[in-house]
């Protein structure tokens, strides 16, 4: 059998794959080991190219760092395209059927209350009054539904314009608000009209 050796290590080839696999453990593949050794730890969603596409090639000047999107879009070609499409349209039944069934429902709501404990909490402060709190969604922008709604009203995003019942004038008023009037003049114009 025939083996690579890089710093420390002895590699031999996967005939599946092609890629150069330790011999010891724990397993690692040859060209990530060299730019461990090299560079330090491969950032999380980044993986090592082979820039020759030589995968016994795993000197250092082959190696490129390159984000795990990037990389898959570089070998995903026409034959690859096609096969995934086909896999895809095999499983896609499959998998709609199993999370729509009982048992993948519930897996989904243990799972969701799962990844919920297992969520931390994160510090933020509050768009509007700036106080600090506490959340687990990092989408949460107020302390409270409280600064929430004051914050829209002050910002006229819940805004439209409506006609005055008594003038006709057009104002701005929040969609939530019932009132039917401009001002108070109308409003009482109005009134003295219906007594």
Not at 34 to 43: D, E, Q, R, S, T
Not at 60 to 70: A, T, V
Not at 117 to 140: A, D, G, M, P, W
Not at 149 to 170: T, W
């Amino acid at each position: 059998m025939e083996y690579q050796e890089h710093f420390g290590r002895k590699f031999y080839k996967d005939s599946k794959t092609g890629y150069w696999i330790s011999t010891d453990y724990p397993r690692i593949r040859a060209h990530r080991w060299v730019w461990n050794n090299i560079h330090g730890m491969i950032p999380k969603g980044y993986h090592i190219h082979h820039r020759n596409e030589n995968k016994s090639d795993n000197h250092i000047g082959n190696l490129e760092l390159i984000h795990g999107h990037r990389h898959l879009l570089l070998h995903m070609t026409e034959e690859r395209k096609e096969k995934a499409r086909k896999w895809a349209e095999k499983i896609r039944p499959l998998t709609k059927a199993w999370h729509s069934s009982e048992k993948g429902r519930t897996w989904h709501k243990l799972h969701g209350i799962e990844a919920w404990e297992k969520k931390k909490f994160i510090k933020k402060n509050c768009n509007l009054c700036r106080k600090e709190f506490s959340t687990k969604t990092y989408h949460q922008e107020f302390c409270s539904n409280r600064c929430k709604s004051k914050f829209r009203r002050d910002s006229g995003i819940d805004n439209v314009q409506i006609n005055c019942e008594k003038c006709g004038i057009l104002f701005s008023i929040n969609k939530y608000y019932k009132q039917r009037f401009c001002s108070k003049s109308c409003a009482h114009k109005r009134k003295k009209i219906n007594d």
